[in-house]
């Protein structure tokens, strides 16, 4: 019987020890659940004015080598841009040898005419034979001039009337120099011709050259029906060749335009436009689109959106992009 009792206490203190262990477990469940790890502060949020801000701290910006840089300033002639191809040659090599045959037969047939002309004068020439000597004269001299008239009407006057015809060709044909044909948009007109063009080839990594203008295209595009000018890069150091597409920023009279020069480093392209991150403080930096209409050797020249006081990333502008675009939340996502 002791022992029956004995058991029934220990079975009443064992349920009621688990009984208490279960209700200060039930009483601490909520509690424990609710308990949350402190959230981790994002790097990018959203300003008042709708700006998205990255932050980076000092060991975070040397760990992925960012890099800024402050802005020079600049000015350059106003220009207009165009898009145009490097012209073949050929077309013109053919003609040019056309205009030296036709040159020599004229020299020698006017020669032969002048000496039958001196023998008739001493009668020792027929009439006949001198009529005829200076029809082929004049039909030699007939047939330059239309060679030349077919070389105006097709390059222009300024190329017909290079001094040296078949060294300014041989420079054509060896890629030693090349001539570009610049049509303008759609609806775009000058009134004035322009001063001159930088050429940049997208092949030869957005580099350009400088060329000199001959003139107005002496025949319109039937497609584009657009202004155009023909110009001479007497020094070929990009190695273009016939066919290459260049755009063309042709420089007007007036006054230059001021603004900012940024690397080409330095330049994001995300959704169809071009942005750089500027950094506004130590540790923060922003994305701000700019419009690259003006390609200068060091660059581009930004005439709105930055001035000389901005500091702009050169090194790591994509690693704040990835970070931007990774972001989530609407207080942090991206504003393209």
């Keep these: 019987m002791k022992k029956i009792v004995l058991l029934f206490f220990v079975a009443v203190v064992a349920g009621a020890s688990i ?23 994002s790097r990018v949020q959203r300003s008042t004015n709708g700006e998205t801000i990255i932050t980076l701290d000092a060991e975070t910006q040397k760990r992925i080598g960012l890099q800024v840089a402050t802005l020079m300033v600049t000015n350059v002639s106003r220009e207009i841009k165009g898009y145009g191809r490097v012209l073949d040659p050929a077309p013109l090599a053919a003609l040019t040898a056309e205009l030296v045959s036709a040159q020599f037969a004229a020299i020698a047939s006017v020669q032969e005419f002048e000496r039958l002309k001196t023998l008739n004068d001493q009668n020792n020439a027929s009439t006949r034979a001198l009529q005829a000597a200076e029809a082929t004269a004049r039909r030699d001299q007939l047939l330059v001039q239309t060679t030349r008239d077919k070389i105006i009407l097709s390059w222009g006057k300024a190329v017909a009337g290079q001094a040296d015809m078949a060294a300014f060709v041989r420079a054509l044909t060896s890629l030693e120099s090349f001539m570009a044909r610049v049509e303008l948009p759609a609806g775009e007109s000058l009134k004035s011709p322009p001063t001159g ?10 580099q350009s050259v400088e060329a000199e203008l001959l003139g107005p295209a002496p025949v ?7 202004q155009s000018f023909l110009f001479l890069v007497r020094e070929n150091s990009l190695s273009l060749a016939p066919g290459a597409a260049l755009t063309g920023y042709l420089e007007l009279p007036g006054q230059p335009l001021n603004g900012v020069i940024v690397p080409r480093v330095a330049v994001l392209r995300h959704n169809g436009q071009a942005w750089v991150y500027v950094q506004t403080a130590a540790d923060k930096f922003t994305r701000r689109e700019i419009h690259l209409h003006h390609s200068v050797e060091a660059g581009w020249l930004v005439t709105t959106g930055l001035s000389a006081t901005d500091r702009i990333v050169t090194i790591g502008a994509q690693t704040l992009l990835s970070e931007e675009l990774n972001s989530s939340g609407p207080s942090s996502s991206a504003k393209d």
């Design 19 to 41: 009984w208490a262990f279960l209700k200060i477990r039930n009483h601490r469940l909520p509690e424990a659940e609710g308990e949350k790890q402190p959230a981790e502060v």
């Design 197 to 206: 063009a930088r050429l940049v080839s997208l092949a030869a990594g957005d």
């Design 220 to 226: 319109v595009d039937s497609q584009t029906q657009g």
